[in-house]
């Protein structure tokens, strides 16, 4: 079971670095592009503080899930 959790932990962290970089490139392409207005970045400051939560939020309950079957 341990292994399986060591799997899933490293795809969600693989497949979070794929989406994300490529997204991070795009969206500092487009801003040097255009001046962005007071609302977009409130925005993105919120955007960027949700995806933040949702990732600690899954490694943290990958790798205590891995903790507790480690010790079971």
Do not use: K, N, Q
């Amino acid at each position: 079971m341990g292994t399986v959790i060591l799997i899933v932990f490293a795809i969600a962290i693989v497949t979070t670095l794929v989406v994300m970089i490529p997204r991070t490139v795009r969206a500092l392409r487009a801003d040097a592009a255009r001046p962005r207005s007071e609302r977009e970045r409130e925005r993105d400051s919120r955007s960027a503080v949700i995806w933040l939560l949702v990732v600690v939020i899954v490694v943290g309950a990958l790798c205590l899930a891995y903790l507790l079957t480690r010790s079971a």
